[in-house]
């Protein structure tokens, strides 16, 4: 395996970068993973060989254009196992998306005094939309709990599910705790119910092998940049009954059939969604993206990803002081912790000094913060690329910042 882990990391230009003259320890996953070669290149030739608008030309760089963005969109339908190409929507990303499903979808749907079910550990992105629909509609967005080891309490979430409910819309793992939330339950649950489901997989997606299919998930949101892709690409998949119901999110080019003073038809899904000149880049850069993670193989990720979170954890709480946040059986590669005494700001701070980046804040989930009482955690999140070396001079630098700053 280390044979294969020093070919892989061959591959990420930015993995070779050093910091303040020390090797880089990227443990910043969570927010973005770093890039390998072919989907750098993948974007620059697309801006050297084949730079033209897609849909609107019959001269051959569109055509080439067009056809590797429609490429890309059948790439990411087998990825995710969607029935229908036309169920693969470009968005800027996680955020983006769940937006289209709370202004398309939630604002047709959601009437005065519905409910939407969401969870304490979300993301900001997936509370703020619900709550500009609700202020909207006059609905109510309640919140399932989570528990003290960073679970959802599924009694709590069994109970708040009710004839009001509208949509249920969670994480499937958590960005801060790492918990990877018993989604396929979830659905079932709703199911019995009639609600449809939204999954915010930004993280999992990177991680985890999914099927929207055997999920039987309605909606499901992720961005490209955590994917090993570009920044500004997303995807979100929907049912095509509901891309067939829902209202265009924006209005413009590409996603109208006819236009008239009087009247405008609209195009079919999934163009009805994508309206202007698309991050044409970006959709190709995101599907070699999910070319290269395809070719290395969830199986090895998920293993690789395993054994760094289970050794990290293990040294991590070999530090004096040291409190582990979200304690999950079932977790991604995520790591927020605490050390007494010591602000994370400038646990991070020292520790970018020695070469290592880590998140530090409330990673956007200020009300689980509020649930722990703490104003935030330092955060190191991992990837197939990262190895246990790393872990060891990551431990040893939280070791001599604690004598630094104690």
């Known amino acids: 395996m280390n044979e294969l882990i020093d070919k892989v990391r061959n591959d990420f230009p930015t993995l070779s970068t050093t910091v303040n003259g020390k090797p880089l320890i990227y443990f910043d996953n969570g927010a973005t993973s770093q890039k390998p070669s072919v989907v750098i290149d993948a974007v620059s030739n697309y801006y050297r060989f084949s730079n033209s608008n897609v849909h609107r030309g019959v001269h051959y760089l569109s055509q080439q254009a067009t056809q590797q963005y429609e490429q890309s969109r059948d790439i990411i339908q087998e990825f995710i196992g969607a029935e229908n190409r036309e169920e693969i929507v470009f968005t800027k990303g996680t955020t983006d998306a769940i937006n289209i499903v709370a202004f398309s979808w939630a604002n047709k749907y959601v009437q005065k005094g519905d409910e939407i079910l969401i969870t304490t550990m979300e993301h900001h992105s997936n509370i703020v939309p619900w709550q500009m629909v609700c202020e909207k509609k006059q609905a109510n967005l309640v919140v399932a709990d989570v528990n003290s080891v960073g679970e959802i309490q599924m009694d709590d979430l069994k109970r708040k599910i009710g004839n009001k409910t509208k949509l249920i819309s969670i994480t499937h793992v958590s960005n801060t705790l790492g918990t990877i939330n018993p989604v396929k339950e979830i659905i079932e649950l709703a199911r019995v119910n009639n609600i449809p489901v939204l999954l915010d997989a930004a993280q999992s997606v990177p991680h985890i092998s999914l099927d929207v299919k055997e999920l039987d998930c309605d909606f499901l949101a992720f961005s490209g940049h955590k994917l090993f892709g570009p920044t500004g690409i997303g995807v979100l998949y929907a049912k095509r009954k509901w891309l067939e119901e829902m209202d265009p999110y924006q209005g413009g080019g590409d996603m109208i059939k006819e236009v008239t003073f009087k009247k405008t038809t609209y195009n079919s899904p999934p163009h009805k969604f994508e309206a202007g000149t698309p991050n044409i880049a970006g959709v190709i850069g995101l599907a070699t993206a999910i070319k290269y993670v395809q070719n290395i193989g969830f199986s090895f990720i998920e293993k690789q990803e395993k054994q760094l979170l289970e050794y990290a954890t293990n040294e991590m709480l070999k530090v004096d002081g040291l409190k582990i946040i979200g304690c999950s059986a079932n977790k991604a590669g995520v ?28 990673h956007c989930t200020q009300p689980l913060m509020d649930y722990y009482k703490i104003p935030g955690t330092a955060r190191a999140s991992f990837s197939f690329y990262n190895t246990i070396k790393e872990i060891d001079e990551f431990v040893l630098a939280l070791q001599k910042a604690k004598q630094m700053l104690s």
Do not use: C, M, V, Y
Request: glycine share 10%; proline share 4%; aromatic share 8%.
């Open 335 to 362: 790591i927020s912790f605490l050390i007494k005494d010591i602000h994370p700001f400038d646990l991070g701070t020292l520790l970018d000094q020695q070469g290592i980046a880590i998140r530090t804040g409330h």
